[in-house]
């Protein structure tokens, strides 16, 4: 007997509903029954041609889209860990923590840039890391995360695991030390002028180091005033080219998220809904010679404001 096959395609929640929408061979005719944390959804069939040529004429009935409504926010947010069943009358499937198992969850390409780097420096002999933003801000620290490297945590406020306080925009400045490997997590978007900051980590690294960036193609404002920029998979050419001293490696997107209208007036430009975005983006970038321009201006020639503890 075989094991039923299933695959959730679409996983979102807004506030207090969850949408599931996915394909299920347990629907041969009787309505698929779908719940999660216990709470039943209202389901309806959606046609699946492209099925078919996989499973054969009578998969093209196998499609679902359910929408389950809960009592308030925080208790849609609790089911997204808890247990997604796919019943018929005479089977049901379950699906634990149904959030991080559907088809969309993770983009291998994001993962992949970030397996590179640390590929690349678990095969270095004597590596030498800098982290852009190192300061333990929420108790998370990554300094274990690069073992046997000597580590340096640059960071514009002094705090828990930082070794160099100063502005990345004036890294020359601020160190002689050169690097093999510049890691920045959530740092890239509060960067006035990240074209500056480049060429200043092409001035302290190493020929052939490589930079791993975690940055956000859609995230809420945070920490304004100093927040400025959003990034797709294309920005980073601007940042790391060969003007700069560096080539892109490979870049990735990670964490899908679909847009929702704050005020829905009717209005096609602004009609976001179900369009997809994504919460995160990542680069992987070579430094391949010294920058072939400069930038003189510093963030405190424009702004007057310090960035927020």
């Known amino acids: 007997m075989t094991e039923p096959r299933f695959h959730i395609d679409k996983f979102s929640r807004l506030e207090r509903v969850i949408q599931v929408a996915g394909w299920c061979d347990l629907k041969t005719g009787d309505l698929l029954a779908v719940s999660l944390a216990g709470v039943a959804g209202s389901v309806v069939s959606t046609a699946r041609p492209d099925l078919v040529e996989i499973f054969g004429a009578h998969a093209s009935s196998w499609g679902f889209d359910a929408v389950i409504v809960f009592d308030s926010n925080e208790k849609a947010r609790q089911a997204c860990k808890d247990v997604l069943v796919l019943k018929s009358p005479e089977k049901e499937i379950a699906v ?57 945590g640059l960071d514009i406020m002094p705090g828990e695991n930082v070794d160099l306080v100063g502005d990345v925009h004036r890294l020359s400045s601020l160190t002689r030390q050169k690097f093999d490997f510049v890691f920045s997590v959530s740092v890239f978007e509060h960067l006035m002028m990240p074209w500056k900051v480049a060429v200043e980590l092409a001035k302290r690294m190493n020929r052939g180091g490589l930079i791993f960036v975690y940055s956000h193609q ?23 080219n060969h003007y700069t001293g560096f080539e892109i490696v490979m870049t990735g997107y990670k964490e899908p998220c679909l847009y929702a209208t704050y005020f829905d007036d009717g209005n096609p430009v602004t009609d976001f809904q179900g369009q997809k975005g994504y919460y995160a983006v990542t680069c992987l970038a070579k430094r391949i010679g010294p920058p072939k321009l400069d930038w003189n201006i510093s963030p405190a020639d424009i702004v007057q404001t310090s960035y927020p503890v």
């Open 96 to 152: 634990s923590e149904p959030a991080t198992r559907f088809g969309g969850y993770h983009h291998q390409a994001a993962n992949d840039v970030e397996l590179a780097f640390f590929e690349a420096l678990r095969n270095h002999s004597a590596p030498t890391v800098l982290e852009l933003g190192s300061r333990a801000r929420s108790g998370i620290s990554r300094r274990d995360r690069f073992g046997s490297a000597r580590y340096v």
């Open 218 to 240: 859609a995230w809420p404002i945070h920490d304004a005033p100093w927040d400025f920029w959003r990034f797709s998979c294309d920005s980073w050419d601007a940042i790391f």
